[in-house]
């Protein structure tokens, strides 16, 4: 079964440090998504993308937060300077097509710690 | 979005039925009532989901009362590997993203 893959799996990183967390949607997939989980939290939705645009956002993607699709593969999430708050684990999500009944597949997550 | 709520937590017996409420009185029209679910340290998996008749899948069972303002993801036989937080989501809006609640911890005993 077609998945969407996930790395690194696990990333320690400095504070202030930039970080890059990578995807690879399933492949016929158009919309692709971030979200996260803190510890023991909620998953929050991050960020929607579609035909190589933003398509909507949360108030906790800020200027510090972007994405990109640099290829026909993958989708990256980028931190550009991490905070202690940043630790959680990210997920990466694609769907098909829009419209709300449409299935959305979440990766395994990349877990970010940030020390 | 439109508001759900779930219990908090649930037990079942390995084996035996389990039935998951979920209340959305404020539904609209347009609202697909998804179920996704979260096993330990994994990402959310889609389970089901349904407009308005019931929905039946590998997975699950979802029976949508007849005012949509409530909804029942029932699991036949409960396994070990059910344990997960379930989550009741509606999706409303034109942008396709979810909004996660709390969810139900389901608890499965051997």
């Known amino acids: 079964e077609p998945e969407v893959t996930q790395t690194p799996s696990h990333q320690v990183t400095q504070m202030g440090q930039e970080v890059i967390l990578r995807c690879v949607p399933i492949?016929?997939?158009?919309?692709f998504y971030w979200y996260r989980q803190i510890l023991g939290q909620k998953v929050e939705f991050l960020v929607s993308f579609y035909n190589n645009e933003i398509s909507e956002k949360s108030e906790i993607f800020d200027d510090q937060f972007s994405v990109e699709r640099p290829d026909g593969s993958n989708f990256t999430l980028k931190i550009r300077s991490t905070k202690l708050e940043d630790s959680a684990m990210y997920f990466c999500?694609?769907?098909?097509?829009?419209?709300?009944?449409?299935?959305?597949?979440f990766g395994e997550g990349s877990w970010l710690t940030v020390v | 979005d439109a508001k759900t709520t779930q219990p908090n937590s649930m037990e079942s017996n390995e084996e035996e039925p389990v039935h998951l409420p979920c209340n959305h009185s404020?539904?609209?029209?347009?609202?697909?009532i998804h179920w996704y679910r979260q096993l330990p340290s994994q990402g959310p998996e889609y389970v089901i989901h349904?407009?308005?008749s019931n929905v039946n899948n590998r997975m699950a069972s979802l029976a949508i009362a007849e005012d949509r303002k409530s909804s029942t993801l029932i699991l036949h036989r409960a396994t070990l590997r059910d344990a997960a937080v379930y989550y009741c989501?509606?999706?409303?809006?034109?942008?396709?993203?979810?909004?996660f609640g709390g969810g139900t911890r389901l608890m499965v005993k051997p």
């Open positions: 999500a694609s769907s098909g097509t829009g419209g709300t009944g449409n299935t959305i597949y």
């Open positions: 349904g407009l308005t």
């Open positions: 989501i509606l999706r409303r809006n034109a942008g396709n993203m979810l909004t």
């Open positions: 492949s016929n997939h158009l919309y």
């Open positions: 404020t539904i609209s029209g347009t609202d697909y």
